[in-house]
C-alpha cells in the first residue's frame, strides 16, 4: 500500500527499506517465535506484513495533524460565537511561528490463519513540527482551508523501546493551500455573546 | 481503518491436488488386494521343494502340492499304498493316472505297504484291469473271484481297454460277473512298473497265488522300475525348514508392496525441505495477515506552542446584493469587531 503524497508515511520516508530495522527488533523476533507450525518463509513474511500495515496505518495526511494541533489553540474557540461570527462570514487567522507536537501509538497485531499470534505490536510515532506561519480560513467554526509557510521538524518510529525510524526534515515550503473539506469543526457554533 | 492488511503466502507442497482423491483410493484399493493376497500367497507358499520335484515327475497331474508329503511310512514306491486302498485314498490313484505317460495298470495289484486298514474281505471292489492282457485280466479276476468276460478283440496283444463295472465297485458277491472291452494293441506300453517282488496281493492271502501271478509281468521290462515313478516316490520328502525361504521371498515382497503403498500414500507429496524448514500446517497453505488494530489517530495526543507570538487576523464579510456587510483587520488579536 503506497503511502500518499503529504502523509504521516511520507513524511517519515517509510518504505520496506526504511523499516529493515524492524524484522531485527525484540517485538518482531518474540512474534516470529511465537508463530508455530509455520515455515521460515511464513515468519520472515511477518516483518514485510507489519511494515505494509504500519505504513497504512500511518497513511493519515499530515495537515491533520497540523488541523489537530490548530484546534488546540484556544483563540479560535471565539469563531463559535455566531453573534461575532456569522454564518458565512469568512474569517482568515494568521498564525506566526508554531510548533505542533504529536505522538499516536498503531497498534498491529498477526493472524495466521485466521487466529491472532503472538502480542500485539505497538509502535510509538512521534512528530515534532515547527510551521513557521499558518494563515487558516475559518467559516461557520470550521477551519475549511490552509495554507502555512515553511515546515521544519522531526520524527520517530520506535517499537518497544527501540527506534525504528527517525527521520528530520530540514525547512521546507508547503505550496497552495490545502482544503479540508467539509471543514475541521473547532466548536459547537453558539449565540451567546456573554459567553465570549 | 481496522481491516485486514497485510498479504497471503501460500505453500503449495502437493504435487497434482486435484487428483489427490482418486489416488488415496487407488492407493487404498492396492493395500486391501495385498492384505487378501496375503493368507492365499501364504497358503501357495506350500512345501517348495515337494513341488518342485512333483513337477518334475508328474505334470499335470499333482496339481495340488499339499498332497504330496508321504507319510504313511512308504517312502519309496507310492504305488504300493494307493492302490486297493480305497478306504484311504478311495481310488484316487488307481486305474490309469492323469498323464497317460505315467500310467501304472498294476497299481491296484500293489499291496498296502502304509500300513493302512486292510479292506474286510467282503468289503472288497473291483480292481482296474485297464492295460492288462487277457491272461492278465482273467488272473487278477480270479483272484478277486470275479467272472471275467472279454469283448472285442480275440488277439493276444490285445488288452483291457475298458471294463463294467468300473474301478471301484463294491463285489458284492462270488462270481460276479465284469466285462472287459479289449482292444488290440501295436506293443506294450514301455512304462510298466512291476508289482514289487515281495509284494504280494492282498487277495493272495487268502487264496493260493497261481504261478504266473507271483512273477513280473513278462513284456515288462526290468528297468522299468527305474523309471519315473522313483523320481518322485524315491525323493525323501523335504524337511520342513526347507519351506520357509519361499515364504519370506513372498513375505518380503509384500512387505516391499506395503512399503510402496505407503509411499504412495505419504511419501509422493513430500518434497525435500532444507534443515529447520519446519512443515507448513495441513492444508500446505499459510494464510498471514496484518491486522491494524488501532491507527492510534484518534488517541493522537497534540500539543501547539509558541504561537502567543503576535498574529495578524483579517475578518471580511460576504457581501449580499452588491453590499459588503463588514471588514474587520485586527494586529496582535487585541480588537475583535469591526
Not at chain 2, 492365499?40 to 506350500?46: H, K, P, T
Not at chain 2, 521343494?49 to 515327475?57: E, F, I, K, P, S
Not at chain 2, 468300473?166 to 458277491?173: K, P
Request: with cysteine; proline share 9%; net charge neutral.
Amino acid at each position: 500500500m503506497a503511502a500518499e503524497p503529504g502523509s504521516i508515511g511520507v513524511f517519515f520516508g517509510l518504505d520496506k527499506d526504511a523499516l529493515k530495522e524492524l524484522h531485527g527488533s525484540d517485538a518482531m523476533q518474540k512474534l516470529r517465535d511465537s508463530i508455530d507450525g509455520a515455515s521460515d518463509v511464513v515468519r520472515n513474511f511477518t516483518t514485510d506484513s507489519v511494515a505494509d500495515s504500519l505504513i497504512a496505518a500511518l497513511n493519515a495526511p499530515l495537515m491533520d495533524v497540523f488541523s489537530r494541533g490548530w484546534k488546540t489553540l484556544g483563540d479560535l474557540h471565539k469563531y463559535c460565537d455566531q453573534s461575532k461570527y456569522p454564518a458565512g462570514q469568512i474569517n482568515n487567522y494568521a498564525l506566526t511561528e508554531h510548533v505542533i507536537s504529536w505522538s499516536h501509538k498503531p497498534r498491529l497485531r498477526v493472524v495466521l490463519n485466521g487466529k491472532p499470534c503472538g502480542p500485539e505490536i505497538a509502535f510509538d510515532v512521534a512528530l515534532k513540527l515547527t510551521v513557521s506561519a499558518a494563515s487558516l480560513e475559518i467559516v461557520d467554526a470550521k477551519i475549511m482551508k490552509a495554507a502555512t509557510g515553511s515546515v521544519q521538524g522531526s520524527g520517530s518510529i520506535a517499537c518497544a523501546g527501540s527506534t525504528l525510524v527517525e527521520k528530520k526534515v530540514s525547512p521546507i515550503t508547503v505550496p497552495g493551500t490545502y482544503a479540508f473539506g467539509d471543514g475541521i469543526l473547532i466548536g459547537k457554533p453558539y449565540h451567546s455573546a456573554a459567553a465570549v | 481503518m481496522h481491516g485486514a492488511v497485510g498479504a497471503v503466502v501460500s505453500e503449495e507442497t502437493s504435487i497434482g491436488a486435484p487428483g489427490r482423491g482418486g489416488g488415496f483410493a487407488g492407493a487404498l484399493a492396492f493395500l486391501i488386494a495385498l492384505m487378501i493376497s496375503l493368507p492365499a500367497q501364504a497358503q501357495m507358499a506350500g512345501p517348495p521343494m515337494n513341488t518342485q520335484n512333483m513337477r518334475g515327475a508328474m505334470p499335470g497331474q499333482m496339481a495340488n502340492p499339499m498332497m504330496m508329503p508321504n507319510n504313511n511310512g512308504m517312502n519309496g514306491n507310492m504305488n504300493g499304498g494307493m492302490g486297493n486302498n480305497t478306504n484311504g485314498m478311495n481310488g484316487n490313484m488307481g486305474g490309469t493316472m492323469m498323464n497317460p505317460s505315467m500310467r501304472m495298470p498294476y497299481m491296484q495289484r500293489m499291496p498296502n505297504q502304509g500300513g493302512g486298514a486292510t479292506p474286510p474281505s467282503g468289503q472288497r471292489t473291483t480292481p482296474s484291469f485297464v492295460g492288462l492282457t487277457r491272461s492278465e485280466a482273467s488272473a487278477l479276476a480270479a483272484q478277486y473271484g470275479l467272472a471275467a468276460a472279454f469283448d472285442g478283440s480275440t488277439s493276444e496283444n490285445a488288452r483291457v481297454a475298458s471294463q463294467a463295472p468300473e474301478a471301484g465297485v463294491l463285489i458284492f458277491r462270488s462270481a460276479m460277473p465284469i466285462r472287459f472291452q479289449m482292444e488290440a494293441q501295436a506293443s506294450r506300453p514301455p512304462a510298466q512298473t512291476p508289482a514289487p517282488a515281495g509284494a504280494a496281493p492282498e487277495p493272495q492271502a487268502a487264496s493260493p497265488a497261481p504261478p504266473e501271478q507271483a512273477a513280473p509281468l513278462p513284456s515288462a521290462p526290468p528297468a522299468a522300475a527305474a523309471k519315473p515313478a522313483p523320481a518322485r516316490t524315491l525323493t525323501t520328502p523335504p524337511a520342513t525348514p526347507a519351506t520357509p525361504p519361499r515364504n519370506w521371498w513372498i513375505l518380503a515382497a509384500i512387505a516391499a508392496g506395503l512399503a510402496g503403498a505407503m509411499w504412495l500414500l505419504f511419501g509422493w507429496r513430500k518434497k525435500p525441505e532444507p534443515a529447520g524448514f519446519n512443515t507448513p500446517p495441513a492444508g500446505g497453505m499459510a494464510q498471514l495477515a496484518t491486522q491494524i488494530v488501532s491507527t492510534g489517530l484518534a488517541e493522537a495526543t497534540v500539543s501547539l506552542g509558541g504561537a502567543a507570538a503576535p498574529r495578524f487576523e483579517l475578518r471580511y464579510v460576504v457581501e449580499h446584493d452588491a453590499h459588503s456587510d463588514q471588514i474587520g483587520i485586527s494586529v496582535g488579536g487585541g480588537k475583535d469587531g469591526g
